[in-house]
């Protein structure tokens, strides 16, 4: 079974500043892929960024971007230039390639931008 | 694209009723959709693999008698939690991949569903 772990339960940060999210999984599968997403006050679940394990290059959408350390199993989340609006809870999950497309979730960390 | 919807958005019940919930893709097919279950606080949880024209899947611990799945088309996917009580009450998200090129494993989600049963 693969667990995924999220270390911050809670963060902060200034608006326009930078902030790293962590997660960190456990996995005997080669062929995996991995995500995060955002989960804003209304509680409807956003795709952030997705990362698939056998590509070395670091997935980015704009603002958002990932380190993903496959020997070390991490995979963190970069969001720069922060914005109020990216106030939400943010969950890293893991999906086995082999298996149905199944997502195992992190316990969430809770982000606020201040103003 | 990859619009997920569920209906209703709230539902408060009296314990011992059932509760059915929906769960639509609106602009592809889902042969398999997800049912999660969040509490306050807390990440989701997946209680059940639903798939069109067999039987749902249900992780360890989740009652499939009491959580009824009906995966009747290939675009709605029905959650009946049947003998409502109490402890019932939480947020139900379903979920499903509607295997866009690029994008074939990754799963969009409804808005999800808050029951409270009194």
């Known amino acids: 079974a693969q667990t995924v772990t999220q270390s911050q339960p809670e963060m902060s940060v200034q608006e326009a500043e930078t902030v790293t999210l962590s997660c960190t999984y456990d996995t005997s599968e080669s062929n995996y892929y991995l995500f995060w997403y955002k989960q804003p006050p209304s509680r409807q679940m956003i795709l952030v960024i997705r990362?698939?394990?056998?590509?070395?290059q670091n997935a980015t959408e704009n603002r958002f971007s990932v380190n993903f350390q496959k020997a070390a199993k991490s995979f963190s989340l970069k969001i720069s230039d922060s914005q109020l609006g990216d106030t939400a809870m943010y969950f890293c999950a893991f999906m086995n390639g082999n298996a149905g497309n199944m997502l195992t979730f992190g316990g969430g960390t809770r982000l606020m931008v201040k103003p | 694209g990859a619009v997920v919807s569920q209906h209703p958005s709230w539902v408060i019940c009296k314990s011992g009723t059932s509760v059915k919930i929906e769960c639509r893709s609106l602009d592809f097919q889902a042969t398999t959709m997800f049912w999660y279950r969040q509490f306050p606080k807390q990440s989701l949880m997946l209680m059940a693999t639903s798939n069109e024209g067999s039987k749902a899947t249900y992780e360890q611990g989740v009652e499939k008698d009491k959580f009824l799945i009906n995966h009747a088309s290939l675009t709605l996917s029905t959650l009946t939690v049947t003998s409502a009580h109490p402890e019932d009450s939480s947020f139900y998200i379903c979920?499903?991949?509607?295997?866009?090129?690029?994008?074939?494993?990754?799963?969009?989600f409804g808005p999800g569903t808050r029951l409270l049963v009194l």
């Open positions: 990362q698939e394990a056998y590509k070395q």
């Open positions: 979920s499903a991949p509607p295997g866009l090129a690029g994008l074939e494993e990754t799963q969009y």
